[in-house]
């Protein structure tokens, strides 16, 4: 398979515990995107890298969250001190420059 | 008001009905306009993807762009109970910027 790759696929965690996802995009795309996505709405962009660099990040992305793309391959996305507002599925998309993003199936976090 | 307005439905439609899904937005410097469908729990999968105003088709799945209007739609043909599930309509002004996304609508295709 040579889609985006999350992991892991489900999460559940206890409040104040951190967490990390890991996400590998596919081979050849230099942009890599993560979003957040709770019930009923549409995926909300939190932040984006091309190769190594990130590049943007949203004012939804709280300084309990980072985000690192070390050698311009896969990603994580670490939250701190997690609180139960973060419970959401986190995806990742991935493309080769332009606006052609192909999503993983996300990583679904439930803090209780 | 949000950037990208879409009915989040729910939409139910018998097998073999025309299903017509919108998009209205308000940002005019979007030019690039794409649908994805979402099953539940799943990751979104792109379906249509289109530069511009104009329509594009592929298979069934026939996308509108109407810039001047700044309305998108999608429409499937001899919709299919395969077909149930969330589409979402997402933009962006450039290749060089995240996309932003309607909430979705939830479309239900009875057999």
């Known amino acids: 398979d040579t889609g985006v790759s999350q992991d892991p696929r489900h999460k559940i965690t206890k409040r104040g515990q951190n967490v990390t996802f890991r996400c590998d995009p596919i081979?050849?795309?230099?942009?890599l995107y993560w979003y957040r996505q709770t019930l009923g709405q549409g995926p909300e962009f939190l932040t984006y890298?091309?190769?190594?660099?990130?590049?943007?990040k949203s004012r939804l992305l709280s300084d309990r969250f980072s985000a690192e793309r070390p050698k311009g391959s896969f990603s994580t996305l670490e939250i701190q001190r997690t609180e139960q507002g973060d419970s959401a599925m986190y995806l990742c998309?991935?493309?080769?420059?332009?606006?052609?993003?192909?999503f993983g199936q996300g990583t679904r976090l439930t803090v209780v | 008001q949000k950037e990208v307005e879409q009915d989040p439905g729910p939409l139910s439609v018998p097998e073999g009905a025309i299903v017509s899904l919108n998009c209205t937005y308000s940002?005019?410097?979007?030019?690039?306009f794409m649908w994805y469908r979402q099953y539940s729990r799943k990751g979104p999968e792109l379906l249509m993807y289109?530069?511009?105003?104009g329509n594009k088709e592929d298979g069934r799945f026939t996308a509108q762009v109407d810039k001047s209007s700044k309305y998108i739609s999608l429409f499937i043909r001899d919709s299919q109970p395969s077909d149930s599930a969330t589409y979402l309509c997402?933009?962006?002004?450039?290749?060089?910027?995240?996309?932003?996304f309607g909430k979705g609508t939830r479309l239900s295709v009875i057999a």
């Open positions: 998309a991935s493309s080769l420059q332009g606006s052609r993003a192909f």
């Open positions: 081979s050849e795309h230099n942009r």
């Open positions: 890298f091309q190769n190594e660099a990130q590049l943007e």
């Open positions: 940002n005019s410097a979007f030019q690039y």
């Open positions: 289109t530069y511009s105003s």
């Open positions: 997402a933009m962006t002004d450039s290749g060089n910027t995240p996309l932003v």
